[in-house]
């Protein structure tokens, strides 16, 4: 029989997973900012990063009213130490180049939005609204980097063998998001969450259409790194988070 | 006392921050004007989660308010149902057009599934017509323009880029 209290705990891990994810990401993303092949380019990485961000407050909004310390998402993102992150490890790898920077996007988007699906029909109505509001516009991402990974999957000989080297250095990264542990049970089992196993087949579907589209090869290997969401992260996310959390670290409860 | 409708007809002349030529009731993100004894309570939505207006909206409603002697407002959040294009003024698409930027056309939203998509990923199969000359030799050019809600298009006839309210 699970708690309240027990099943606030693991909907407060749950919250952080999604929230750190999609900041950890936006801010991936952000680094861009100014760096983009074409400007179109850099302002659409600045326009999706900035959707994630968005998100990141309402999730970790939700995560710091679950958690009731006083806490909010400003606190979350700025005032927590690696180990305490629960993002996916995907998210945190570092940009590479461009194609890298595409295909992890559309990896991911390609679990976030039917992952969001599942979430509107959450029984919390608080996660069942945050889910229907980012789904609209992850749908856009999905788009995006769908079509991008298929033309420079599908593009020149040098396109291509960038693509395909940056879905071999990121697929051992993707197992992580299907896989569920005790706190992803317990809250599907509460009917808060959907499993992460339940993704699976969506997910299966989608990269393996796309992927064909872009004369891309799935690696064969089945191992999987895992971690990200228990805080066992890689050494790039205290890099990461050294520029991230800079000026709040430095000047705490700072205003301008 | 000030009126609930008296409200609303406040709320018609703030202008959105980004495109000064529709007001918030013209987006469709005012959800609901209420009074709770003195205080009037206007609850907004945000179109795009992370967009940067969403502050200046609420400063700017307030502030339009207090210059019309409301002492007590409180802006509320909601979040459900999702801001849509679909509540978008039919007014506000000519406003929209006449400043260039192209309205959205309805029941083109993405949807993230992308199985029979991809020809329409890679060509475009719905047209969006320019703002300037009316021709519907248009290209996409990205995703996302100058705003979240906007994607970037260029005009093959007249050769001016524009700005695409995309369907959310």
Not at chain 1, 178 to 203: C, F, H, K, Q
Request: with cysteine.
């Amino acid at each position: 029989m699970t708690t309240k209290a027990d099943l606030d705990k693991a909907l407060f891990e749950g919250l952080c997973r999604l929230g750190d994810s999609t900041l950890v990401l936006g801010h991936r993303v952000s680094e861009w900012c100014g760096l983009a092949p074409v400007l179109e380019e850099d302002i659409a990485l600045a326009n999706v990063a900035l959707d994630l961000i968005g998100q990141t407050q309402l999730w970790l909004g939700l995560a710091a009213e679950v958690e009731g310390k006083g806490r909010d998402a400003d606190e979350l993102a700025f005032r927590r130490d690696v180990w305490e992150f629960r993002n996916l490890l995907l998210v945190e790898r570092p940009n590479g180049d461009f194609g890298h920077t595409l295909m992890r996007q559309f990896l991911f988007d390609a679990w976030h939005q039917p992952m969001l699906k599942a979430l509107e029909g959450s029984g919390d109505s608080r996660i069942a609204g945050i889910a229907a509001k980012a789904g609209r516009e992850v749908a856009y991402h999905l788009e995006r980097s769908a079509d991008l990974v298929i033309r420079l999957g599908d593009g020149t000989e040098e396109s291509h063998a960038r693509m395909q080297a940056a879905l071999d250095r990121l697929w051992p990264y993707t197992g992580e998001m299907m896989a569920g542990d005790s706190t992803d049970a317990a809250l599907a089992e509460a009917g808060i969450m959907a499993a992460p196993d339940s993704i699976r087949p969506v997910w299966d579907a989608l990269v393996a259409e796309v992927l064909g589209e872009a004369t891309l090869k799935a690696p064969e290997s089945t191992f999987m790194h895992k971690g990200g969401k228990q805080g066992q992260h890689s050494e790039h996310l205290g890099h990461m988070l050294a520029t991230m959390q800079w000026l709040q670290r430095a000047y705490p409860d700072a205003t301008w | 006392m000030v009126s609930v409708a008296q409200v609303w007809d406040w709320l018609a002349e703030v202008p959105d921050p980004e495109i000064p030529v529709i007001s918030v009731t013209d987006l469709g993100i005012v959800r609901n004007v209420a009074l709770d004894g003195e205080t009037v309570v206007v609850t907004v939505t945000p179109t795009y989660s992370g967009c940067p207006a969403t502050s200046v909206i609420n400063f700017e409603i307030e502030t339009a308010l207090r210059a019309h002697g409301v002492a007590d407002v409180r802006l509320e959040r909601q979040l459900d149902p999702p801001w849509t294009t679909d509540w978008l003024k039919p007014a506000a698409r000519d406003k929209l057009r006449a400043y260039g930027i192209a309205p959205p056309i309805d029941g083109t939203r993405a949807t993230g599934v992308v199985a029979g998509r991809i020809n329409r990923l890679t060509g475009g199969a719905f047209v969006v017509p320019c703002p300037r000359c009316g021709s519907e030799k248009t290209q996409k050019v990205s995703q996302f323009g100058s705003t979240p809600c906007k994607a970037a298009y260029q005009c093959r006839t007249c050769l001016e880029p524009f700005d695409y309210f995309k369907c959310i």
